[in-house]
Nanobody
Framework: VQLQASGGGLVQAGGSLRLSCAASESTFSIKAGGWYRQAPGKQRELVAVISSGDSTNYADSVKGRFTISRDNAKNTVYLQMNNLKPEDTAVYFC????????????????WGHGTQVTVSS
């Protein structure tokens, strides 16, 4: 399965974007997911995660501005980003844990390709 990340782009400071991370195959069900980002010259860092029970956790730098959610029907994890700042500029990656319909007790982890988010001042 592939995780298809989309929704990145160029936005002015204070603007909003919504990132989506969708599984390419309906036989794979996303149970939990997360978003990470990597800015030039920096290590990849956790932005937000959502568990199978829908509990969420955020990096301190995005609390109150970003919201992670998932839609089981669409098999997609979202990251709503509001009040964006130039320091949010990075390539954003999604990660998902889930299982296939023919082996529901066997977990798999996948990474999506990155999507660029650029915030201008």
């Amino acid at each position: 399965v592939q995780l298809q990340a989309s929704g990145g782009g160029l936005v002015q400071a204070g603007g909003s974007l919504r990132l989506s991370c969708a599984a390419s195959e309906s036989t794979f069900s996303i149970k939990a997911g997360g978003w990470y980002r990597q800015a030039p010259g920096k290590q990849r860092e956790l932005v937000a995660v959502i568990s199978s029970g829908d509990s969420t956790n955020y990096a301190d730098s995005v609390k109150g501005r970003f919201t992670i959610s998932r839609d089981n029907a669409k098999n997609t994890v979202y990251l709503q980003m509001n009040n964006l700042k130039p320091e949010d500029t990075a390539v954003y990656f999604c990660n998902a844990r889930g299982s296939y319909s023919d082996s529901p007790l066997v977990p798999y982890h996948y990474w999506g390709h990155g999507t660029q988010v650029t915030v201008s001042s």
